[in-house]
């Protein structure tokens, strides 16, 4: 796990954030998940300890499907020379609704019944993400100004010290009630298999992601922290199920990814795209899938240790 010092701002000169990462080709260096501190060779520590330890475990488990990530699979056997198992999409195998942290608000669905058919943009930024009331006008304008119905999750908390809506002019207030709908939480995995829903703009945590190329809906990337960066990158640039906003939140960015995702001709090889995964992965699940197969291997693995007691 070789990285070059020069990318991080206290071990080494100041980066090029748009350049991209030598070692790890899809990467830009600004995707590169950082701790922001002055001791950056502590983390830097806890993160080869913890490479090191899981090089020692029995075998490794990972939320995906092979074949969304194959060439990725091929490089962890060369650094771990255990068995891995990739038995996901996880919350194919129980609903995720059991596990959320806020209530959800069923009047999202009721709404979207009046919606036409992929029209509408879902906008959630996650359970914990944060942004300033700036950034929250900016995300209002860019919704309101892409003339594309909306389904937008405001959580309490998104914005520190408000109650977010409050912070928002009468004017933008009016244009986001003639074209959208705002609710504190909406039951996501529903909202994406609905027939009116046609884009997913996420903060593209790794759950999100997945549910979305479950449910075969494109993506808007707006990463926050952490695996995010990574996550959008391989949408972005790989995958091509989506684009990532590039220069954050800005509302004349944000207009013009919708429009592109939702009616532009981006949009429609999108969705090809994604549609490709979407039945990779519905055949991943059934017998003689990948993941199928993979949790077979998995139970047929642990059942060894007990005959070796």
């Known amino acids: 796990m070789d990285m070059n010092s020069s990318y991080h701002p206290f071990l080494g000169q100041i980066p090029e954030m748009d350049a991209r990462v030598v070692e790890f080709p899809p990467l830009k260096v600004k995707d590169?998940?950082?701790?922001?501190?002055?001791?950056?060779?502590?983390?830097?520590?806890?993160?080869?300890?913890?490479?090191?330890?899981?090089?020692?475990?029995?075998?490794?488990?990972?939320?995906?499907?092979?074949?969304?990530?194959?060439?990725?699979?091929?490089?962890?056997?060369?650094?771990?020379?255990?068995?891995?198992?990739?038995?996901?999409?996880?919350?194919?195998?129980?609903?995720?609704?059991?596990?959320?942290?806020?209530?959800?608000?069923?009047?999202?669905?009721?709404?979207?019944?009046?919606?036409?058919?992929?029209s509408v943009i879902y906008v959630s930024f996650g359970s914990i993400a944060e942004m300033h009331e700036e950034k929250l006008n900016e995300?209002?304008?860019?919704?309101?100004?892409?003339?594309?119905?909306?389904?937008?999750?405001?959580r309490p908390g998104l914005v520190n010290g408000s109650e977010c809506l409050e912070i928002l002019s009468k004017e933008l207030l009016e244009a986001i009630n003639r074209r959208g709908y705002i609710v504190k939480w909406a039951p996501q995995q529903e909202v994406l298999s609905h027939p009116a829903t046609g884009g997913f703009w996420t903060h593209s945590g790794w759950n999100s992601t997945l549910e979305s190329i479950c449910e075969g809906v494109p993506m808007i990337?707006?990463?926050?922290?952490?695996?995010?960066?990574?996550?959008?990158?391989y949408v972005n640039d790989i995958w091509k199920v989506g684009i990532m906003l590039e220069k954050g939140l800005e509302r004349v960015e944000i207009e013009s990814a919708i429009q592109k995702l939702m009616v532009g001709k981006e949009g429609e090889d999108m969705r090809k795209n994604i549609t490709y995964f979407k039945d990779k992965l519905d055949l991943c699940l059934k017998p003689g899938g990948s993941s199928y197969q993979s949790l077979d291997n998995l139970v047929d693995f642990i059942s060894s240790f007990r005959s070796r007691v």
């Open 221 to 233: 990337c707006s990463p926050f922290f952490g695996d995010q960066m990574v996550n959008s990158r």
């Open 32 to 118: 590169i998940p950082m701790i922001e501190t002055r001791n950056a060779e502590g983390p830097f520590r806890v993160i080869v300890n913890m490479v090191e330890q899981t090089k020692k475990a029995s075998g490794l488990i990972f939320n995906t499907f092979k074949e969304l990530e194959e060439p990725e699979f091929d490089k962890l056997q060369e650094q771990f020379l255990v068995p891995t198992f990739a038995i996901g999409p996880f919350h194919k195998y129980f609903s995720a609704s059991a596990s959320s942290l806020w209530t959800q608000d069923r009047t999202s669905i009721s709404w979207l019944d009046t919606q036409a058919p992929k």
């Open 139 to 154: 995300v209002a304008w860019g919704l309101a100004n892409s003339a594309q119905p909306f389904l937008w999750v405001v």
